[in-house]
């Protein structure tokens, strides 16, 4: 099995999506399996700042040379800033997709909604599960 980058200070969600907490803002990004699965990401159409969010809701597409894919709100807030270097260079999400791939930042309604995320270790796990299926 391919051995993928997880960082162990982030939260994560089934839809390989990944969340940094600072206070009462996440900021989020799609992981390095999200990115390996898609292929070469060559469009992104990114969410609108002071859009009002739900879990679970699409936030944001991307175009790969395999698909497209939406991305989902990990949490319920307003979408204060997002990350416009994607708009001219969306390649950044196969490149660093934990760094400068950042999708955009989310002022969190409820902070409790972090209990439904998974911690590094409950992503590997995971991970682990559904990759051996692809086996």
Known sequence: MREYKIL????YTKEHIWVKIENDVATIGI???AQSQLGDVVF???PEVGREVES??????VESIKAVS???SPLTGKIISINEDLA????LLNSDPYGDGWICDIQMKDLTEIEDLMTADDYRAYLEAITEEEE
Do not use: C, K, M
């Open 44 to 46: 992104i159409e990114l």
């Open 8 to 11: 162990d200070e982030l939260y």
């Open 88 to 91: 001219n260079e969306p390649s």
């Open 31 to 33: 992981t390095d399996y």
């Open 70 to 72: 939406e991305i989902y």
């Open 56 to 61: 679970g809701e699409v936030i944001a597409t």
